[in-house]
């Protein structure tokens, strides 16, 4: 229990029944669920009855890593993974009660997008993902399509559901789900089957949630289902940080906690381990106007600090032209030492690129936070579809990109004929090229390419599933990209050779990455698997769909972080600038009309209380100091329009005689500091050269 406060303590200790933990921003949540993880081990609880969730893989890498350091072997054997990662767990132990192979594929973006195209006879990729967005926010309501259906609005939502419904149709033939499945089809399967509901509620002693206030409905349902009436669960989260409304995200989560549970025990998290007093007064005041499921002030122990700033700007160029000026000011100062002590928040990815010119003008090196997945890459995505069918056989989605890349002489109207086929006999697209009677639509030199197709395919997978340890799992990739020319096929399709030279470079890596954790080289960021033993490649494929990236080797980087403040929850930079604060844009568009005025007034507010939320995360982010800047015009289009402050600026309540930063003065001090330098240096080189000193 050392390092731990009174509050800290109190949450670990609780074990009589469930308990909500308010951790407020930087009040070190982390280090009470890996002591209480410590605690129930201490106390009796089996480390493997422990399930620790959070919602990013990067943070269960985290929490396993602190586990592990706090705990030691035992950490090895707790289950710390993404609520995703645990429906996977879930679906590939009991799923086969729901009509689900072991081996089913998750599907990606990309694929979901594709067979929505085809399910609505649209060859529009927008329309489609307005409807994939749609169907995503009903199944996280816990909603199927006949439930969509018999809700909608108007003719649009309607047509939208019954799209749904045979996009449904579509995932079952191909024995794939996607990522909202992956908490829904856990639900039902808890919901619908006692024998698992019963099998799963005694095998886990004790579920603590992280960020819980980023729940939503059906991930509450399956909480539920999975402690059962005993409530042996923990969950941490703070009201304050709930930003994520518009993929589901629900605050009635807390609100439903103490309903469903009677005996729940509050602790709230108070002290901040990260902020200045002044930037967390800041903070206070800006949320203070929300309505307060908890009501809760932060406070801290590290000083009063530097005063909160307001930069205010001419336009979006000036804006940049000052965050760089503050940037050298603050490390000529020094104050900030590193480049990464750095970073720059802003409400959309478009406001990015202003700041990027002017970072790179004054050759100061940064990375855009949020950027492309290292699986979004073009080049991974065809090999990982590839593996998804070598796991998975009636995946489709995986069946069309694996036998067009690189091209083998199959073409569209062969693979169409093919669809149909398989379509009327209701098969996969992959069962249907074996089929007796394929000849009868496909003229015979089609059919043999097919089941050379299939053969090869075949034959991979039985090696791939007895191919383990890191060698030996090289060894065969590297002879399969050579079979299909992959390497030729990356050159031949790129203009620049430079670039196919870099997609090539991607390849190894993931070759390298495939490779070690088939040795148990890297721990399974994932929370599929919670040993670090030798692994075949199947097994490892089936874990691929559910990584965001390949490493996290960004975070060593000694560069100025530019980001979202979506993207920025959960990090903390000694000095933070908040930028492109008007109206409009922070709080975001407000005056849209939702429809009935009641609706929008209603709707409106809600909105304002998230976008203020929002501002509460990224003042919080900031350790030492924190700018927030506006500009007097702002872009809209190919126009300049004149722009107010954020509302929020006013909201802070900063002290008018300290909050206004005059960069002029700043730039002056900046300039008189550089010429003392330099005249310092002078001097004792003039001094050495007149002792004779070389």
């Known amino acids: 229990m050392s390092g731990l406060n009174l509050a800290q303590q109190e949450a670990v200790n609780y074990m009589q029944g469930p308990c909500l933990v308010l951790a407020g921003a930087g009040s070190g949540k982390t280090r ?21 969730i959070t919602f990013t893989n990067k943070a269960a890498a985290e929490m396993r890593e602190r586990a592990k350091s706090l705990i030691g072997r035992e950490a090895k054997e707790v289950v710390i993974c993404t609520f995703h990662a645990l429906g996977v767990r879930l679906l590939r132990q009991d799923g086969e009660a729901l009509g689900l192979k072991a081996q089913f594929s998750i599907l990606d973006s990309d694929d979901v997008t594709s067979i929505l195209k085809d399910a609505g006879g649209t060859t529009d990729a927008a329309t489609a993902r307005q409807w994939q967005w749609a169907i995503s926010l009903w199944k996280n309501m816990g909603l199927n399509a006949a439930q969509a259906e018999a809700q909608a609005k108007d003719d649009h939502e309607r047509v939208t559901a019954r799209i749904m419904a045979r996009y449904e149709e579509r995932l079952t033939a191909y024995q794939s789900v996607d990522f909202d499945d992956l908490i829904s089809l856990p639900l039902k399967l808890l919901r619908d089957h006692e024998a698992v509901r019963r099998k799963w509620q005694e095998l886990l002693g004790h579920v603590l949630v992280d960020e819980y206030q980023d729940t939503n409905a059906t991930q509450y349902e399956l909480l539920k289902l999975l402690v059962g009436d005993k409530g042996r ?14 993929r589901g995200a629900t605050l009635d989560n807390l609100r439903r906690l103490p309903q469903d549970w009677p005996n729940l025990k509050v602790v709230k998290l108070e002290q901040n381990y990260r902020s200045t007093s002044a930037i967390l007064r800041a903070a206070n005041n800006v949320i203070q106007p929300n309505p307060k499921l908890f009501p809760k002030t932060l406070f801290s122990e590290l000083g009063e600090g530097e005063p909160v700033r307001v930069v205010d700007c001419d336009n979006e160029e000036h804006e940049a032209d000052r965050v760089v000026a503050r940037i050298q000011s603050i490390r000529a100062n020094g104050m900030g030492k590193e480049w ?34 290292f699986f979004d890459r073009a080049e991974i995505r065809d090999l990982c579809a590839w593996l998804r069918l070598w796991v998975n056989n009636d995946d489709d989605p995986a069946f069309l990109r694996s036998i067009t890349t690189p091209k083998r002489g199959i073409g569209h109207t062969t693979l169409q004929n093919l669809g149909t086929f398989a379509g009327k006999y209701k098969l996969s697209l992959f069962a249907a090229l074996f089929s007796s009677s394929l000849g009868s639509v496909l003229p015979a030199k089609a059919v043999g390419s097919l089941h050379e197709f299939g053969r090869y395919v075949n034959d991979l997978e039985f090696r791939a599933r007895r191919t383990e340890g890191a060698e030996d799992a090289r060894a065969f990739l590297t002879e399969w990209l050579k079979d299909i020319g992959y390497e ?38 994932a929370g599929v698997s919670i040993t670090s033993d030798k692994k075949n490649l199947l097994e490892v494929a089936q874990t691929i769909a559910l990584l965001s990236t390949i490493s996290e080797r960004e975070k060593d980087q000694n560069v100025v972080t530019l980001s979202t403040l979506h993207a920025s929850k959960g990090l903390e930079w000694p000095h933070v600038m908040l930028v492109g604060c008007v109206e409009g844009m922070l709080p975001f ?44 015009r702002r872009k809209k289009g190919r126009e300049m329009v004149a722009a107010q402050p954020s509302r929020f600026i006013a909201e802070m309540a900063l002290d008018k005689a300290t909050v206004k930063e005059d960069p002029r003065e700043k730039l002056k001090a900046l300039r008189a500091e550089f010429a003392k330098k330099s005249a310092d240096a002078a001097a004792a080189s003039a001094a050495a050269a007149a002792a004779g000193t070389p």
């Open 233 to 246: 669960f923990t969950a941490v989260g703070d009201d304050d940080q709930s930003i994520y409304g518009w």
């Open 488 to 525: 030729k096929h990356l050159y031949d399709s790129e203009e620049s050779e430079k670039l196919a030279a870099s997609r090539w470079t991607n390849v190894m890596e993931f070759c390298d990455w495939m490779a070690q954790r088939c040795g148990g080289q890297i721990d399974d960021t």
């Open 340 to 373: 990464k002590d750095f970073a720059v928040l802003y409400r959309a990815n478009h406001q990015a690129r202003i700041f990027e010119q002017a970072l790179r003008k004054a050759q100061v090196p940064y990375k855009v936070s949020g950027g492309q997945s």
């Open 32 to 52: 009470v669920i890996t002591h209480k993880i410590g605690r129930l081990i201490q106390t009796g609880v089996a480390a493997k009855r422990i399930l620790a």
């Open 589 to 632: 568009k407000l005056d849209d009309d939702d429809g009935k005025k009641g609706q929008a007034n209603e709707s409106i507010l809600q909105r304002l209380q998230e976008e203020r939320r929002l501002m509460y995360v990224g003042i919080t982010r900031a350790q030492r100091s924190l700018a927030v800047s506006w500009t007097k």
